[in-house]
């Protein structure tokens, strides 16, 4: 999907539009502020919506509507228990599941070949311990971000940025 140059959406217009088949799975992230930069992110890609799972809070919590500036409103959610209830779902609607993670098995993001049209889901974990192996373990892919840096580390809500702008080139 191209998405178009300079085109503001209403609320309406947007739960109306063609979306980016991509959703968002928040693993265990405890601030309502990066949850609040997923949704925002996710209004800008136009995603067709975020799955917000475990201790991750939901709207309309005043962190999250202190960044998200209205896009919880109107970017599609969901809450489960954790993230493998929401991948169980997601992989029978038809969705392809990558965790965003550094792992012995992961590949970079410039490696990721997904084929145009395809549905995916990207698993975002905690600030601190990332994304559970187990949930790791259920995804199709593994992918990382490359990284230069002495920490090998960034914000959550910035990886959503970089991983939702590399799908919105490639699906």
Known sequence: ??????????????????KLQ?????EDVRSGNN???????GDAFRIAGIELCGISCHPPHRDILKTALGSSKHVPWRG????LDAITILKSDGFKI???????SSIM?????PERGEKWAFVLGNEVRGVQSATCSESDVVIE??????KQSMNVSVCAGIILWQASQLL
Do not use: C
């Open 22 to 26: 991509v959703k968002l799975v928040v």
């Open 109 to 113: 993001l410039s490696d990721w070949r």
């Open 80 to 83: 489960h228990d954790t993230a």
């Open 145 to 150: 971000i490359p990284q230069h840096g002495v």
């Open 35 to 41: 949850i609040g930069s997923f949704f925002r992110t």
């Open 1 to 18: 999907m191209e998405l178009e140059k300079d085109k503001r959406l209403s609320p309406n217009d947007y739960a109306e539009s063609e």
């Open 98 to 104: 990558a965790s965003i993670e550094q792992t012995d």
